[in-house]
C-alpha cells in the first residue's frame, strides 16, 4: 500500500499538470478561478 504522503504527493502533481483541455492549465488554477467567479456571483446576489 501507499502512505498517504505519497497519496498526496501523487494529488499534487497530478492537480498541478497542465491540460490541453483546460486551455494549458492546471486542474487546481481552474477550480480556484471557478471558486473565485462563483464566491463573486453569490456575493452579488442578496
Known amino acids: 500500500m501507499f502512505s498517504p504522503n ?5 494529488a499534487i502533481q497530478l492537480n498541478i499538470r ?3 483541455r483546460l486551455g494549458f492549465k492546471p486542474p487546481l ?12 456571483a453569490l456575493s452579488g446576489v442578496r
Open 18 to 20: 497542465l491540460r490541453n
Open 29 to 40: 488554477e481552474v477550480f480556484i478561478e471557478l471558486m473565485k467567479r462563483t464566491q463573486e
Open 6 to 10: 505519497y497519496l498526496d504527493y501523487f
